[in-house]
T-cell receptor
């Protein structure tokens, strides 16, 4: 079992370029999440999907869009990248309960020049 | 405002020594508190979870405590090993499922 996988691992973009970060899980979890992690700050939730077919905004959704393609896959799209979006992006999954553990992917390190 | 503050920001100790990391929170209504370990270049991995009624929970050499009255938690690491070098993140869950993440404590274990 791969758990939670993310592609790519690293990416450099120029301001204004677009890209999609991919996340896939084989844990049969209902909920999936996208976070960004910046130095000196806690993880911040961008978007989440409580179940297949639903998505909701998190704390910092501006500049991002998401697609819950099916139960396994949850993608994050940057339509017009900005330097402020330079960050490490993590995808996470969870069954559904409030005490269930979130399982994280290895992250995507994105630099926007 | 819901907040989680961790201290210290960073800590260096010698291999074999013990250490304690702190987490103070102002989250209401409180549901549970979790400690994560994040190795460099990896995603966070859950160490422990505690609900309102739990004071102490252990996971090997890691022992977490929770004082719901003072809204404080600690993570104690016993007989540290080089593999304990990582960031340790405190996360508090509110009853509405919202997660509030601390910024983490970076722990370096020196041989």
């Amino acid at each position: 079992n791969a758990g939670v996988t993310q592609t790519p691992k690293f990416q450099v973009l120029k301001t204004g370029q677009s890209m999609t970060l991919q996340c896939a899980q084989d844990m049969n979890h209902n909920s999936m999440y996208w976070y960004r992690q910046d130095p000196g700050m806690g993880l911040r939730l961008i978007y989440y999907s409580a179940s297949e077919g639903t998505t909701d905004k998190g704390e910092v959704p501006n500049g991002y869009n998401v697609s819950r393609l099916n139960k396994r896959e949850f993608s994050l799209r940057l339509e017009s990248a900005a330097p402020s979006q330079t960050s490490v992006y993590f995808c996470a999954t969870k069954r559904t309960g409030s005490t269930d553990t979130q399982y994280f992917g290895p992250g995507t390190r994105l630099t926007v020049l | 405002k819901n907040q989680v503050e961790q201290s210290p920001q960073s800590l260096i100790i010698l291999e074999g020594k013990n250490c304690t990391l702190q987490c103070n929170y102002t989250v209401s209504p409180f549901s549970n508190l979790r400690w994560y370990k994040q190795d460099t270049g990896r995603g966070p991995v859950s160490l422990t979870i505690m609900t309102f009624s739990e004071n102490t929970k252990s996971n090997g050499r890691y022992t977490a405590t929770l004082d719901a009255d003072t809204k404080q938690s600690s993570l104690h690491i016993t007989a540290s090993q080089l593999s304990d070098s990582a960031s340790y993140i405190c996360v508090v869950s509110a009853s509405n499922y919202q997660l509030i993440w601390g910024a983490g404590t970076k722990l370096i274990i020196k041989p």
